[in-house]
Each structure stands twice: as C-alpha cells, then as structure tokens.
C-alpha cells in the first residue's frame, strides 16, 4: 500500500531532540527522493527536509543546522533527526516522496515543543 507510516513524535521541551521514522512500502523506494513535510495548525504543509536516492539532503533555512534527514534503503525507512526543537517545529510531521507526491499522505506524527 502507497502510503507511509511515520512515528516517534511526542511532546517535549524547548531545546529537546527526537527522532521521526518513516516506513513507506515500495518497490522502488530507493530510487525516489524523499521528503518530511509539516503542518502546523492553521498554516500550510511544507516541505523541512529532503534526501534525493543518493543521500544528498537539502534543508530550507528553518531547520538547517538543527535537523537530519537520512534513509535506510533495505528497511524503506526514512529518518528525521530533530535537535534543539523550538516552540515554532509544533506540527504535524509527514513524509513523502519529493518533489512528485507518489505516495497517499499517512496519518503522520504529532511533534509538540513547549515548556
């Protein structure tokens, strides 16, 4: 089934690490560029970090520095490395291929940051 299954969200404080996993099935996984998106309440879905088929990642400025994108090709698993989380990561983190949204958009995990 197209659609990825993220975890490891939770509530934490200011300054806090986590780490996001993402499992999305396909035969073909190792061949696509991914990406975590978020959304915060009220606001847009939008891309945080991205890792083409080779491992090159790319980061919006918003993050850069604080997070770590990286994949497992034999597990289909993507990771998100989270470190000095700000009040302003609160939102709803998914994954999917990047920059074509190939797979169905998962459940997603919570990430709230506040003391």
């Known amino acids: 089934q197209m659609q990825p299954v993220e975890s490891g969200g939770g509530l934490v404080q200011p300054g806090d690490s986590l780490t996001l996993s993402c499992v999305a099935s396909?035969?073909?996984?190792?061949?696509?560029?991914m990406g975590w998106y978020r959304q915060a309440p009220g606001k847009q879905r939008e891309l945080v970090a991205r890792?083409?088929?080779?491992?090159?990642?790319h980061y919006p400025d918003s993050v850069k520095g604080r997070f770590t994108i990286s994949r497992d090709n034999a597990k289909n698993t993507v990771y998100l490395q989270m470190n000095s989380l700000k009040p302003e990561d609160t939102a709803v983190y998914y994954c999917?291929?990047?920059?074509?949204?190939?797979?169905?958009w998962g459940q997603g995990t919570q990430v709230t940051v506040s003391s």
């Open positions: 890792i083409t088929p080779t491992n090159i990642p």
């Open positions: 396909a035969r073909l996984f190792s061949t696509y560029a």
């Open positions: 999917n291929s990047s920059p074509s949204l190939l797979y169905y």
